[in-house]
Every structure is written in structure tokens, then in C-alpha cells.
């Protein structure tokens, strides 16, 4: 260490960060922290599965046939013969007493209709809500019509010509990786910006803060503690990576594959690593101005309400642009700081052009050091309001110039 | 050791002036000036709330101030010598996961100590300090008064060359309060710099050689404490057998009169312009029959009262009776 009267800015930030980053490592938080993904995707498989069924529910497809005994088997046997062609498109049928009111067929407890076909092949009648009755008039005229015609039409064999992809494939594919990823960064800086601020807030309770700020410029404090951050981050990364690449290869084939990126995989794998340490450190800086402003922890989590839902728009904002490359919303959603990190993710799963990302993260690092120096600001205008830690002078304190 | 001499060519380790701190629309400071030679102890003296810590936020650069400069060793960026400087916080604080050697040695580190020999010298400053058996013991495992120790040895194990402590006495015992003191003494013999703010009077008066009171976000006064106690003149304390007689003549007409029963008359007034022995001789004429006479030096007490004024002395009073828990 050289023999000057101060440390530098970084070897300064440099303590802070070793001694958190050593506090964290070694604390029950990283242990939940590296549970932590596997709440959404246990909550994600339970909600997706639960979802499915109400909509298998919700979703029937049983038209009742209450037609003549000759209508109804001329009607079920146009279904068989249409079924390979159109199958999907057309309704499942089953056979209703011919005497009993269509209305009351569908109010039979149990059976679930969405419509009744009545009437004969000639002049078939649907009764059935309205809007199933739009849904259906069409099929259920057609199969009628086969049914009359009473004859099999004979549909030529269509000869298969596979290729690897289409356009429009590969842009359908690509969007997905873009999803996933965009998903991941923003889960995993969720999380993170959560961690940095309790923190922060378990700082403030030790009365350490005071200690930290007599010594070291406010912003090498601050900086310290996202550095930290990233460090933890970093390191519960590799451990997933680790994790997910041992079930990989025990599953092999079993899991869905992502479609490779445009940008091919180990650069598209490198560059959101790096977008996630700048939005990272973009989040976890106005969190832990938020950690500034605040006394209590009651006030952090008030406080933090409204940026943890901004953030929510801002990755609203990047999911729905990304399938409007070069709109004037993507472009904004790659612009806009917060926002950039995900939107130019979604650019690398989707382009293989490389100068956007050079520019997007020259912005983001600047951003990053613009958004560290205003928080330190705030927070040393905030955090030492009086002789007993903050409490007895409430209120903004005049300019503060940030060392 | 050089003790400070007063003198207009003192090296300066903390130089102040006019310094102002606003909080929306409480003015917490107000013009503040202070000068504090190096290697002196100089005492902040002053009753809670009256704008002691943010003094010295803005001494250390924790805050800035509205207006005003101030300079420690030379530098106007307190950050820039922070090296030289030792901090100990009203409301200490520390890691509670932390070791002992590890917490000192953090505490160092922070004042660019590298951490290796923090803890060397933590676990020495432990032993000396009868802490050498928690040297692996959390912070949280520890009483209060030993976290408080603990925090001390981190202030002082990078070697400062100025020591800032805010109300450095309040939560400790009279036997921790009394090492204190003696601790001051001796950073000060070796030729640190330390300055400490303060509610209790006697700690300023056995301790400090200059002092700051501090009333309302002012100084009204800072120099010696010799200085400040001289600014009320010396009280004769006399005491005579008999009440009346025509020696009373002598005394001043203003002399506060105070009886002890019928044989014990006290008498207090200034020291009159023709001195002591010209007063004598009347009494002794006039067998007042003089039991003792005495002249008392006003203490810093009546310096503060007489220079801050009965309301900020009552508050301070108020302060030491509640043992300084605002």
C-alpha cells in the first residue's frame, strides 16, 4: 500500500466489498439465495399445471346430438371421416335423447354440453350461448354437409418436404430464448436488489454506517456493496450452472432444448452475464438509495413498493418489444437504462449484429457510474441527519458535495 | 510532550470557521469556530441538541456544511488525511458475525491499515486491554462494555494522529469511565491530537487543555480552560464567629451572607481591588472572630453558566441526571 493520507476510491470500495462479500458467503442468506430460483419454478410448474387442468375444464369441446337415430350415425360417422383432416377443429360428439328440449339437454347436470344440434342434416339447428353458437355454426354446418352427401371424398396425399427451419421458425424460436433470458435476468436481479438492500437496512440497525462514512467516501462505500453483491451473485451463478449442467446430463434428451441465439450460444451466455451485472448494478444502486432515504425497515419495504413496480413495467416494456425489433419501443426500451439490459438481450438472442451491444453497455457503464454517484449523494445527504442516527431531524439536508 | 502553549503560532491539527448546518428549518449549527492545536485534548461542551455531533460530522467530512471551512491538518477534504484520523461515534457500532482481532482489524483496514497487521495488533491491544481471552469471540457474544472496548482498540489500531470521540463517556462505568480518561491522557502524552464532545462537565474540566462550549449551534466561547474559568473572578469564602460589628464595614455591601447557626457566619463576595491583606486587618481589628477564610477559583461549571448562559446549564444539568439517554 502506497504512503498516502487516504485510501483510493477503489481501495477503499475494495474493503467494503471483501468484508461483505465474505459476511454474505458465509451466511444463511446465501444458503436461501441459492434456493432462491427454485421457488418461481416449483411455483411455476404447480401454477402451470393447476392452469392447464382449469382450462382443459373450462375449455370443453362436446356438442350433444339430438337428431334422428340415422341423422345422429350419419353425423358421428362425417366426424370419423373428417377428423384426420380437420380433427382439431371440429367439435366432440355425443349422442342426446332426440325428444328432450335442446335447453334442457343443456342444463343436465353432469354432461357439460356447449351446444345442442337439433333439427336434421337438411336443417340442422344449434342451440347453444351465443357465442358458442359462433364458435360452432361453422363446423357443425360442415360436418352436416358430409354427412348428407353420404359419400367419402377422396383427398389427395400430400407429400412431405421437411427442411430445417423457416424464417418464420427461427424467429419464433429465437423470440423464446429472448423470453427465457429476459425472464432469468430479471428474476435473478430481483432478487439480488432485495439482498442488497436488507443489507444496507441491517447496516443501518448496527450502527456501522457512521463508522464507514467517517473513513471512506460515501459512493466507495456504496460501490463496495453492489461489487459484493455481484461477487455473491456470481458465485450462486456458478453453483446453478453447476447444478443445472449435472441434471442436464443426467436427463439428456428429457429436457425441452432452447434454440440457439443469433449470436450463437457462448457469446449470447457472455453477454448476459454482462448485461445482468449492469442492470444489476443499476437496480441495486437505486435500491440502496432507497436503503438511504429510509429509517426503518417499514420504510424500506414502502419505499421499495414503487421501484420493484416500475422495474415490473420496465421489463413489461423490453418483453413486449421483442418482437418488434427496430420499433420505435425497442429502440426506447434499449435506450432507457433500466430497460437496456433486457431489451439488448432480447437483441442478442435475436440478431447476430454486434456494435449495438458495444454501444448499449458503454451507455449502461456510464449510466451505472451516473446512478452510483447520485445515490451516494442522496445517501450521505440522508443517512447522517442528526446526533442520534437520523432520528431526531427529519427532512432533506442541504448540498452535499460526494467525495 | 509538548502541551500547547496558546500561543498565535500553534500548529493546528483542526481549524474551523463559521461553520453552518441547516436541517430543513432547524439551524443545527451557526457559525461555528474552532481551532484545535496539535497534541492538545480539547473538549466539545455542551448539553444533547446542542449541535456537538453535527460539528463533528463536519470536522470529519461524514456531512459538509452549508457554509463555512474547516481543515484538518491543512486539508479542507477530511477525506484525504484519513489515515491520520480516529473516529469513535456517539452510537457505536460493529459487525455482530464478527471476531474480535477481525472487527479491530476491519476498523483499521478502513483507515488503510493492511488487515493482516490489524489483526496482529488487535489481538495485542486485546491482551493488553484484558481481552485477550475474546480474541475469537462474534461481537454479538461479547457485554456491552466489551463491544465498546473493542470499537475503542479499532479506533486507535492504525495509529492515529488525531482521535475524534463523541461522547466517548456516555454508556460506561465509572472503573471504564476512569481507564478512559487515563487512555486520553496517555494518547495525548505520546502526542496525538485528541478531541471528544462532552455533556459532563468534569470530564472537560480534569481532561481538557482548551475547550468549545456550545450552546444553541454557537461557541460563544473556545480557548483554555484556565481562560474560561478566569472570565468570572475569584470568590472570597469567609467565615467568622460573630454576625455584626463594625468590621462589617469592611466587607462589600453586596457580600452574600449565610449563617450556620449562631457561631457561624459565612461570607461570600469578590476579591476586593486593594487584596486580601488589607481586608484582613479590619476584621482582625474588629474580632470578627475569623473561623476560615478562603478564595475559590470559579470552576468551569460557573464558566458555563456565566458564558452559556442558566438555560444551557440547566440543560446540561438535565442531560447528566438522566445519565445522557436522550
Redesign the interface.
Known amino acids: ?1 502506497k504512503d ?4 483510493s476510491r477503489f ?2 470500495a475494495r ?1 467494503i466489498a471483501q ?1 461483505d462479500f465474505r ?1 454474505i458467503l458465509f ?1 444463511r442468506a446465501f444458503l436461501f439465495f441459492l434456493l432462491g430460483p427454485l421457488f418461481p419454478i416449483i411455483i411455476g410448474v404447480l401454477a402451470g399445471g393447476i392452469g392447464g387442468q382449469v382450462q382443459r375444464d373450462a375449455n370443453t369441446r362436446l356438442v350433444a346430438v339430438a337428431m334422428s337415430e340415422a341423422d345422429t350415425q350419419a353425423l358421428i360417422a362425417a366426424r370419423a371421416r373428417l377428423a384426420p383432416q380437420i380433427g382439431r377443429a371440429l367439435p366432440e360428439l355425443a349422442v342426446a335423447d332426440a325428444g328432450t328440449a335442446p335447453e334442457v339437454i343443456l342444463r343436465e347436470p353432469g354432461k357439460n354440453y356447449v351446444a345442442v344440434v337439433g333439427g336434421t342434416l337438411a336443417a340442422p339447428e344449434l342451440t347453444a350461448p351465443q357465442p358458442a353458437i359462433d364458435y360452432w355454426s361453422g363446423p357443425v354446418a360442415m360436418l352436416a354437409a358430409e354427412a348428407g352427401t353420404r359419400q367419402v371424398a377422396a383427398y389427395p396425399a400430400v407429400a412431405p418436404r421437411p427442411v430445417a427451419t423457416s424464417i418464420a421458425a427461427q424467429r419464433g424460436d429465437r423470440i423464446r430464448t429472448a423470453q427465457a433470458g429476459q425472464l432469468l435476468l430479471f428474476l435473478l436481479m430481483m432478487l439480488l436488489a432485495g439482498m442488497v438492500l436488507s443489507n444496507l437496512v441491517e447496516e443501518k440497525a ?12 460515501m459512493d466507495a462505500v456504496f460501490l463496495g456493496k453492489l461489487v459484493a453483491m455481484l461477487g455473491v451473485s456470481l458465485v450462486g451463478i456458478a453453483v446453478w450452472a453447476a447444478v443445472g449442467s449435472a441434471i442436464a446430463m443426467l436427463a439428456g434428451n428429457a429436457l425441452p432444448q432452447l434454440p440457439a441465439p443469433a449470436l450463437g450460444w457462448p457469446l449470447f451466455l457472455a453477454l448476459g452475464l454482462v448485461y445482468f451485472a449492469m442492470g444489476y448494478l443499476l437496480l441495486g444502486s437505486l435500491f440502496l438509495t432507497i436503503g438511504g432515504l429510509a429509517t426503518t425497515v417499514r420504510e424500506v419495504q414502502t419505499l421499495s413498493m414503487p421501484v420493484t413496480m416500475a422495474q415490473l413495467l420496465v421489463f413489461f416494456l423490453a418483453a413486449s418489444s421483442i418482437t418488434r425489433p427496430g420499433s420505435l419501443m425497442e429502440l426506447f426500451a434499449a435506450a432507457f437504462p433500466l430497460s437496456s439490459p433486457f431489451a439488448m438481450l432480447a437483441r442478442a438472442a435475436q440478431s447476430d449484429a454486434l456494435w449495438p451491444h458495444a454501444l448499449a453497455l458503454g451507455w449502461q457503464a456510464l449510466c451505472v457510474l451516473l446512478f452510483v454517484r447520485f445515490g451516494a449523494q442522496i445517501f ?1 445527504r440522508r443517512v ?6 437520523g432520528r ?10 460526494a ?1 | 510532550m509538548t502541551r500547547p502553549s496558546g500561543g498565535d503560532n500553534r500548529k493546528l491539527a483542526i481549524e474551523a470557521h463559521g461553520l453552518v ?4 428549518d ?1 439551524l ?1 449549527v451557526d457559525g461555528v469556530d474552532i481551532a484545535v492545536p496539535e497534541g492538545a485534548i480539547y473538549g466539545i461542551l455542551g448539553p ?2 446542542a449541535g ?3 460539528t463533528l ?1 463536519m470536522l ?5 456544511p ?1 457554509a463555512g471551512v474547516r481543515r484538518v ?1 491543512g ?1 479542507d ?1 477530511p ?7 480516529g ?1 469513535l ?10 471476531k474480535c482481532d477481525e472487527a479491530i482489524a ?2 483499521g ?4 491499515l ?1 488487515l493482516e497487521e490489524g489483526k496482529a495488533r488487535g489481538r495485542v491491544l486485546l491482551e493488553q486491554h484484558g481481552l485477550g481471552h475474546a480474541v475469537d469471540r462474534q461481537i454479538r457474544q461479547l457485554s456491552k462494555g466489551m463491544a465498546q472496548t473493542v470499537q475503542l482498540l479499532g479506533t486507535l489500531v492504525h495509529r492515529p494522529k488525531l482521535v475524534v470521540f463523541d461522547e466517548p463517556f456516555s454508556g460506561l462505568d465509572a472503573i471504564n469511565q476512569g481507564k478512559l480518561e487515563v487512555m486520553i491522557r496517555e494518547l495525548a502524552h505520546s502526542g496525538t491530537t485528541v478531541i471528544f464532545s462532552t455533556h459532563v462537565i468534569h470530564h472537560a474540566e480534569r481532561l481538557c487543555d482548551e475547550v468549545a462550549i456550545i450552546a444553541g449551534g454557537k461557541v460563544p466561547y473556545a480557548g483554555s480552560v484556565d481562560a474560561a474559568r478566569d472570565r468570572i473572578p475569584a470568590q472570597v469564602r469567609l467565615e467568622t464567629r460573630s454576625a455584626s460589628g463594625p468590621w462589617r464595614s469592611a466587607l462589600p455591601g453586596d457580600a452574600r451572607h449565610d449563617a450556620k447557626g449562631e457561631a457561624s457566619h459565612f461570607w461570600y463576595f469578590p476579591v476586593p481591588e486593594t487584596g486580601i491583606e488589607e481586608l484582613l486587618k479590619p476584621l482582625i481589628a474588629g474580632q470578627a472572630g475569623i473561623l476560615s477564610l478562603s478564595i475559590e477559583r470559579a470552576g468551569l461549571h460557573d464558566a458555563f453558566v456565566e458564558i452559556a448562559g442558566e438555560a444551557a446549564a440547566r440543560a446540561l444539568e438535565e442531560d447528566n441526571a438522566r445519565g445522557a439517554k ?1
Open positions: 500500500m498516502t493520507t487516504r485510501l481501495e477503499a474493503v468484508r459476511a451466511s448496527n450502527k456501522v454506517i457512521e463508522v464507514l462514512a467517517a473513513a471512506v467516501p450521505r447522517m441527519k442528526s446526533g442520534k442516527g431526531a431531524v427529519k427532512g432533506h439536508v442541504g448540498s452535499v458535495r467525495r | 448546518k441547516r436541517f430543513d432547524t443545527a444533547n441538541g456537538k455531533t453535527t460530522r470529519l467530512g461524514i456531512i459538509d452549508d491538518f486539508n477534504r477525506h484525504e488525511v484519513a489515515k491520520l484520523i473516529y461515534p456517539e452510537e457505536r457500532g460493529l459487525y455482530p458475525a464478527m476491519f476498523l483496514a478502513l483507515r488503510g493492511p436522550p
